[in-house]
């Protein structure tokens, strides 16, 4: 069974806002020459930020914050933002892979950019609510 697709639209103004709440204000994730002198594409939005918005998804899911028993993501591509209006979207689908007796329920969860995965190994036990 398939959850229904959640999408979340990243800006700037979303990395600017995350870094003063976490502070996190590496320039790798608001200045593009930083970035690029690293190696990267450009700016990129915080990893946390990104595995914050996939919990979103899963809570969602869930049914209620406390619904999520586990969850846990492997980063392997960094979610680029570009320094427009419009930034990015990160997609995040879900597949039930196994319901057990005990009414826990395991998501498989899947997480893009564009046609990127940016998540591996992407999981979550929830809590079946009734």
Not at 81 to 92: L, S, Y
């Amino acid at each position: 069974m398939e959850l229904s697709t959640r999408t979340f639209r990243v800006t700037r103004a979303d990395l600017v806002r995350y870094a003063g709440a976490s502070g996190d204000f590496n320039p790798i994730h608001w200045n593009d020459r930083t970035a690029t002198t690293v190696g990267l594409p450009g700016v990129i939005a915080h990893g946390m930020f990104t595995m914050a918005l996939v919990g979103r998804a899963v809570t969602e899911w869930a049914g209620a914050p406390d619904a999520v028993v586990e969850f846990g993501v492997r980063f392997t591509r960094p979610v680029v933002v570009p320094d427009d209006d419009e930034g990015t979207e990160i997609t995040v689908d879900a597949v039930v892979k196994e319901v057990t007796e005990a009414g826990l329920t395991r998501l498989d969860v899947t997480a893009r950019c564009g046609d990127e995965k940016i998540l591996s190994q992407a999981r979550a036990i929830v809590r079946t609510t009734g």
